[in-house]
């Protein structure tokens, strides 16, 4: 089983950087799950940015299986979920987000079981000054 309390995981990015977070995969005692590379494919992963907590408006989405696909199960213990945005894509951000501050949470899937979030919090944008 996988941990049912999603660890909070506050993430800060400059508009205009890469963004390249590993996300571990904790099971109810917070130790890591393993996931051999064979594995992998059987999984899947979702991530959202919303405005906050009760929006339903998807600001930014990772996703392991909608294209393009900048979610990847990593396999190992821990397994990791690994999100990834271009340069182009966060500089974007700080067009069309409505505030600096958002909400985000990640849902991954076993086989055979319903999505889980292990991982929410805020994603805070901080101005670019030197671009």
């Not at 996931?35 to 907590?53: C, D, F, L, P, Y």
Request: hydrophobic residues 45%; aromatic residues 6%.
């Amino acid at each position: 089983m996988l941990r049912a309390d999603p660890t909070r995981i506050d993430l800060g990015f400059i508009p205009g950087d890469p963004v390249d977070v590993l996300v571990p995969i904790l099971d109810d005692n917070q130790d890591p799950v393993e996931i051999t590379s064979g594995q992998a494919a059987s999984w899947a992963a979702k991530a959202s940015v919303r405005r906050n907590e009760a929006s339903t408006v998807v600001l930014h989405e990772w996703s392991t299986v909608a294209a393009p696909t900048k979610c990847v199960i990593v396999p190992g213990t821990p397994a990791n979920v690994h999100l990834l945005a271009t340069s182009a894509e966060t500089a974007a951000w700080q067009d069309v987000w409505p505030e600096w501050v958002a909400h985000w949470d990640l849902q991954v899937t076993p086989p055979g079981i319903d999505p889980q979030t292990i991982a929410a919090g805020q994603i805070c944008l901080r101005p670019q000054y030197t671009h």
